[in-house]
Structure formats: structure tokens, C-alpha cells
């Protein structure tokens, strides 16, 4: 049976990797300059194809020799699919690893904007991935084929095959240069990586953009009404995928039954955004409501805590932080980082209304799973 796999990574715009650009750490590439295939550790096939005459591996097109892939993924993902359908298979002189990363160039050649096209991915044990990230239309004036970065997923280690086709797309998607890449060897993985934020107890005001904040005090940020504020920083990560937490409370308004009444009618009372952004993706968590660490327990012991249907929620700066000590509002957040560089990390309101509030405590930073081969 096969596993569907959504991974937390869209595909993560890198620097374009030319054809003399193959990295040291890659143990598979391929790519055709001139229509002469040159392939480092594994092979590309089409299987079945419509076309002896025109394969679609070494495929000639816009001036490229390319990997086509004109099959689509409601076709090869199940077993009468298999034997029918036109995908590429990717076969690997050595099985895939947690931590592997994948390299893409590709492009579209349709002249046609509504025409789309992405990658689907078929791992040998069943792993699929969905990759929604569109390539650019050459045959528009100023694109040019681009390359993609994706982490393999922790579910397909162990694949020695990869299956490519177009993901349900309209046009047919043209790539020019496939790498896989492993990252280096290490004796030790570091896996906690708080120390990456500055201050990230929230001790001191470095480092932090506090604008439009009422300042860091006693280890936490008070938001006001209405503020328009971005409280962030920018850190520098290796590759992986990351786990990042900050304990933030947002109150939709000034009034605990009205913002109860609210929840209860639906209305959308995140206004408050936990995210990561990369120099080509924005990751977003939801900061949590204050009814979403409603307690039986008040851990403020009557100290600017209230209740509502019953349960205790904080309604100063000092209750809150009291829930904070419990461990109480921690806001999780899970982000891809395909190549070391920069990250911006922060909290901020979108569209808060009159009345409200926020508080914003301490962070933190967990790499997950990347394993590194000694």
C-alpha cells in the first residue's frame, strides 16, 4: 500500500545551478548539455512511452535536452497505472537518506501563463509528494529555466527509485538538471539550536525589532491595541528542517465575553501570525486565542485572571505571565531550510481590531531529524 506524504516544504527557490555546477556531496546528477547524457550515480529512463521515434529522457526542447514529463500523477500511482502510464524512473546506486536534498532545474514552454506545471514524486516505498511550486514559461520573453530545492522526506529514506511525472498540471514541465545532494559528514548533530536567536528568553531587547511594541520587560513583550508591529529578527541556519516555538497569547479585543461570543460564532479570532520566512517562503502558524489555554487550574491565583464558561483565562500581563510558567500558549512552528542561510523569524497581527492585545514570551529552536552519514 502506498503512504501519501505532504511535506512541510514547498519547493525553495535556489541560486540557478549551471551544467559545470555539480556539487562534490551530490550522489546523483543528471543533465545533457550538448544531447550527450551525463549521469553520476544511477540512471533516467522513460518507461512506457508513446513515442519510440521521440523518447523522453535526452528529449530536445527550446534549445535544451531535457527530462519531459508529459504523464501525469493520477496515472502511475497505482498498480494498473504502473504499467501503463509515461512517467521517468529514477533509479540510484545508493539509497536515499533523511537529510537528502533535491535539486531541479526545469521550465515550461508554452507561452501561456495559465498553463501550469510541478513535480509529483513517487518514492520506492510509497512516499508521495505533491509539490505545487510552478517553473517558469520560456517561451514568455524574460523566463528562464530555474532551479528548485527539496528535502527528501524522512518517510522515503531507504529508496533506491524515484518516479517523476507533472502533478495533474495542463502543460508539460521540461527538466534540464537533476541533483541529489548529501549533506557533509559530522561526528556530533547539534539538534538544539536556541542559541541561533538572540535573547531568546526575551532578557534583553538585542537583537529583537521591537517597533511599534510597548518594549521587552520581565522577559515578555506587551502588544497594544490595534499595534502595528513586526517582532522579529533574522538568524542564520545550516540546512534541515526546524521545529520553532514561542510562547505568545493574542486577546481579540477588550471584552472576554464579546471575544467568547466571537469564537463561538465562528469569527476568526487569529490575528496574531508566528512565522519563518526564508528569501523565498513564508511559513505561518496561528498565535494562539487566549480561549485556547483555558484552564480548570488558575495559574495566576487570582492575580488578573478571570473565567468564562467556567474556565480561567488571564486578562493582565501578569497573569499571562503566569500561564507562560506553566508552559501554557507555547505556538509551534515547523520550517524547511533547503540551503544554509538566512532566516527571518517574528510574530506579528494582521488586521487586529480595537481592543485587542498580545503578549510574547520565550523561544525556541529544535532541528528535527537530520541525520548525517559518518
Not at 545551478?17 to 550515480?41: C, H, K, L, R, Y
Not at 529514477?90 to 501563463?113: F, M, P, W
Not at 508521495?128 to 517561451?139: G, K, L, S
Amino acid at each position: 500500500m502506498k503512504r501519501r506524504f505532504f511535506s512541510f516544504l514547498s519547493a525553495v527557490v535556489v541560486a540557478f545551478m549551471s551544467f559545470a555546477q555539480i556539487p562534490d556531496n551530490a550522489i546523483f546528477s543528471w543533465v545533457s548539455p550538448d544531447g550527450t547524457v551525463q549521469e553520476i550515480g544511477g540512471t533516467v529512463v522513460e518507461v512506457n512511452g508513446t513515442d519510440a521515434a521521440k523518447p523522453r529522457v535526452n528529449y530536445a526542447n527550446g534549445g535544451y535536452y531535457t527530462i519531459c514529463l508529459n504523464g501525469k500523477k493520477g496515472n502511475i500511482n497505482d498498480a494498473a497505472g504502473e504499467t501503463t502510464a509515461t512517467h521517468a524512473l529514477i533509479t540510484l546506486d545508493q539509497a536515499l537518506q533523511e537529510g537528502d536534498s533535491i535539486y531541479v532545474t526545469a521550465y515550461r514552454n508554452k507561452g501561456d501563463e495559465s498553463k501550469k506545471s510541478s513535480i509529483y514524486f513517487l518514492y520506492e516505498n510509497g512516499t508521495e509528494v505533491n509539490d505545487d511550486t510552478e517553473y517558469p514559461d520560456i517561451a514568455i520573453e524574460g523566463q528562464a529555466p530555474a532551479t528548485h530545492g527539496y528535502l527528501v522526506p524522512t518517510e522515503a529514506a531507504g529508496s533506491k527509485t524515484i518516479k517523476l511525472s507533472r502533478n495533474s498540471a495542463s502543460t508539460n514541465l521540461f527538466i534540464t538538471q537533476f541533483v541529489i545532494v548529501r549533506q557533509a559528514a559530522e561526528e556530533e548533530v547539534k539538534t538544539d539550536y536556541t542559541d541561533a536567536i538572540v535573547n531568546a528568553d526575551l532578557s534583553t531587547t538585542d537583537a529583537w525589532n521591537t517597533e511599534g511594541t510597548k518594549g521587552i520587560s520581565g522577559g515578555m513583550v506587551k502588544v497594544g491595541s490595534q499595534a502595528v508591529y513586526d517582532f522579529s529578527q533574522t538568524i542564520t541556519l545550516p540546512a534541515g528542517q526546524y521545529k520553532m516555538t514561542a510562547k505568545a497569547v493574542y486577546r481579540y479585543g477588550d471584552n472576554e465575553q464579546a471575544e467568547y461570543d466571537a469564537i463561538l460564532a465562528g469569527t476568526d479570532t487569529h490575528k496574531a501570525k508566528l512565522y519563518a520566512e526564508t528569501a523565498t517562503k513564508k511559513y505561518e502558524a496561528n498565535v494562539q486565542n487566549r480561549y485556547e489555554g483555558a484552564s480548570d487550574t488558575d495559574y495566576a491565583a487570582g492575580n488578573g485572571s478571570v473565567t468564562i464558561n467556567g474556565k480561567f483565562v488571564p486578562n493582565s500581563s501578569a497573569a499571562v505571565q503566569a500561564w507562560f510558567n506553566a508552559d501554557q500558549y507555547v505556538n509551534e512552528l515547523v520550517f524547511n531550510v533547503c540551503e544554509d542561510g538566512q532566516v527571518k523569524i517574528g510574530i506579528t497581527t494582521v488586521g487586529g481590531i480595537a481592543g485587542d492585545y498580545g503578549n510574547i514570551g520565550a523561544w525556541t529552536l529544535t532541528r528535527l531529524g537530520v541525520k548525517r552519514n559518518k
